[in-house]
């Protein structure tokens, strides 16, 4: 009787163990759907690009032609490659600091309580719910070279209208203004929630030491902002590398090639110059560049957070 | 006490000098689409009248009711996708630390190095193969692929932090199957990073023109950026028209982020913190 129950139990344990350990290994079917997602849309099309990139393919024809690593050789042999990765990491570059160094004044300013904090943090932020492309046509109403607003002070000033999107450098340091302006809301939330989180009682001590409104920002607030500004390096960063829709409002990446980044260049070789061929190789060199740029960065802040 | 007072008068008066600057552009967005046509003077000027033709004739030429429907549509049913796809990949590789599981984090999160846009010419190439070109579904398809890391990890991070696993415990000794579990007990609790995510899709796949540009030529397809990027080109010369269709196409997203703008701040906050 005895033996039989022991048995009973254990067979029952068995079977609920077997059941159980069933359905938990039926847990990976759930990724499945992912999964589908991920491999057809990105990670396939990585391998089939790197295989792309090795052809001198013009993006319609029925052939692909292997060529090797010739459109490797001409990438790093082309003038344009330079311009566009130097554009590339003036738009990257310059966003992000001027973007936190904006956003942390916001934020300084914001976490005082004043009667105008609530509009005018709404009204910083506005602009990133906003279609990129269509701030950069907003923005172009102001840059315009015939009848833009700017100009429009410049001739009432009695000076000379100035074609402000068509010169190299001014139109560049334009579009960074453009997407700074768009997001800096963001960076001044983050920054913001970081100042927030800092304890009370390092600004009471400070206080009783006798340290200036200063000597407080630059030793207690600014150094136990490290993981805020690490955020926002990536966000602002990758951002900026990536940036695109602004360009091709305001100048299109003209005049010539002077403004375009890598996105819009590799854009502009596959649908405008039918050379898919070579635009899949800069594609390549865009993914190296920009995880290269962004692994550096997150590694150096690492360090940073770790010694504060 | 009084210094305190002029100092906080100072900071106010500061806000408000950064506040007019921020509106500017939006200042001559509003003067410039409520002119007409002919009318060249300066943008700083306000209109002597308000006109509304030139909404009326942007919403038609640039065909925005069509682009409007197709932007909702895109956006809807790719958060749709994100979030069933998103939460169901999350709850085992929150759950299960097995070597298959760390490895498919690894894999779902990893991939977000890859720039979307650096894939353009296979990608377009296969949706030409596939015949979706300008079809709304290969939008809603790509929209999902490409939000789906940070949406796995936002799901992965909110489980294994949040939601109890006692409660699944209870519902398998009752005898209740996995998915049973996971859409009876653990989804309802996915509330708040459900809309964390839903306000993330929202402002970016509406807001999306990369891919839109590619795959949605046809006027029928087009959503409000490619509209208005069409529509710019051809009226590059009569601002004003360009003007009126910014206004109607910024609308509907300027609206729902006024009245839920706590959930927008905080969500997209949240969602940049990937």
């Not at chain 1, 024809?61 to 003038?79: A, E, K």
């Not at chain 2, 010419?121 to 692929?145: C, E, F, H, K, S």
């Not at chain 2, 996995?178 to 993330?200: D, E, H, Q, Y």
């Amino acid at each position: 009787m005895q033996k039989a129950y022991e048995f009973s139990r254990k067979l029952k344990s068995k079977k609920s163990e077997k059941m159980r350990s069933n359905s938990e290994n039926s847990l990976w079917v759930m990724f499945i759907p992912a999964l589908l997602f991920i491999s057809v849309f990105i990670i396939f099309p990585f391998i089939y690009g790197f295989r792309i990139s090795l052809t001198n393919w013009d993006g319609f024809s029925q052939t692909m032609n292997f060529t090797g690593i010739s459109q490797y050789i001409r990438l790093f042999s082309d003038p344009t490659t330079w311009l566009v990765t130097r554009n590339t990491l003036l738009y990257g570059v310059g966003s992000t600091v001027l973007q936190m160094a904006l956003g942390l004044a916001y934020a300084l300013l914001l976490v005082n309580s004043i009667k105008m904090r609530v509009i005018t943090r709404t009204i910083i932020y506005l602009p990133v719910i906003i279609s990129p492309l269509i701030m950069g046509y907003i923005w172009y109403f102001i840059f315009a070279y015939d009848n833009g607003a700017l100009n429009d002070i410049l001739l009432a000033f009695g000076l000379e209208k100035s074609n402000f999107l068509g010169h190299p450098y001014v139109n560049i340091f334009i579009i960074v203004m453009v997407n700074v302006y768009q997001f800096v809301g963001l960076s001044m939330i983050v920054f913001i929630a970081g100042i927030q989180s800092i304890s009370r009682d390092f600004f009471e001590a400070a206080k009783i030491d006798g340290a200036s409104r200063f000597q407080q920002l630059k030793n207690i607030t600014i150094p136990l902002l490290v993981p805020a500004m690490t955020i926002n390096v990536i966000i602002n960063l990758i951002g900026g590398l990536k940036l695109f829709d602004v360009i091709i409002s305001l100048t299109g990446g003209g005049p010539g090639d002077v403004s375009q980044s890598l996105s819009t260049f590799m854009y502009s070789l596959y649908f405008e110059r039918q050379d898919a061929g070579y635009a899949a190789t800069q594609g390549i060199f865009m993914v190296i560049l920009i995880f290269t740029i962004t692994v550096c960065s997150v590694l150096y802040l690492r360090r940073k957070e770790i010694e504060a | 006490m009084s210094s305190m007072k002029v100092q906080k008068c100072n900071l106010n008066v500061l806000a408000l000098c950064i506040c007019l600057l921020h509106l500017v552009p939006f200042y001559i967005l509003i003067t410039t689409s409520f002119k007409s046509s002919s009318n060249f003077s300066s943008m700083w000027k306000l209109p002597s009248s308000f006109q509304f033709d030139n909404f009326i004739t942007a919403w038609n030429q640039a065909s925005l009711g069509t682009a409007l429907f197709n932007s909702a549509f895109i956006t809807f049913f790719s958060a749709v996708l994100l979030i069933v796809c998103g939460s169901l990949a999350a709850y085992p590789l929150a759950r299960k630390n097995t070597k298959l599981n760390k490895f498919m984090y690894f894999l779902f999160v990893g991939v977000m190095v890859i720039p979307p846009l650096s894939v353009l010419v296979p990608l377009y190439q296969m949706v030409v193969d596939a015949g979706l070109l300008n079809t709304r579904l290969i939008a809603v398809l790509n929209n999902t692929a490409a939000f789906l890391s940070m949406t796995i990890f936002l799901y992965t991070g909110f489980i294994r932090s949040t939601v109890p696993k006692e409660l699944e415990e209870a519902a398998r000794i009752d005898g209740a199957g996995t998915l049973t579990i996971f859409f009876r007990v653990v989804f309802p609790l996915l509330k708040p990073i459900t809309a964390t995510v839903l306000i993330i899709c929202c402002v970016y796949i509406w807001n999306d023109f990369q891919f839109a540009l590619f795959f949605l030529q046809d006027e029928n397809v087009q959503t409000l950026p490619v509209a208005i990027n069409s529509f710019f080109g051809a009226n590059s010369t009569n601002l004003h028209l360009v003007a009126a269709a910014s206004i109607v196409a910024l609308l509907p997203m300027t609206i729902l982020f006024l009245v839920l703008q706590r959930y927008f701040i905080e969500g997209l906050a949240q969602g940049a913190v990937k």
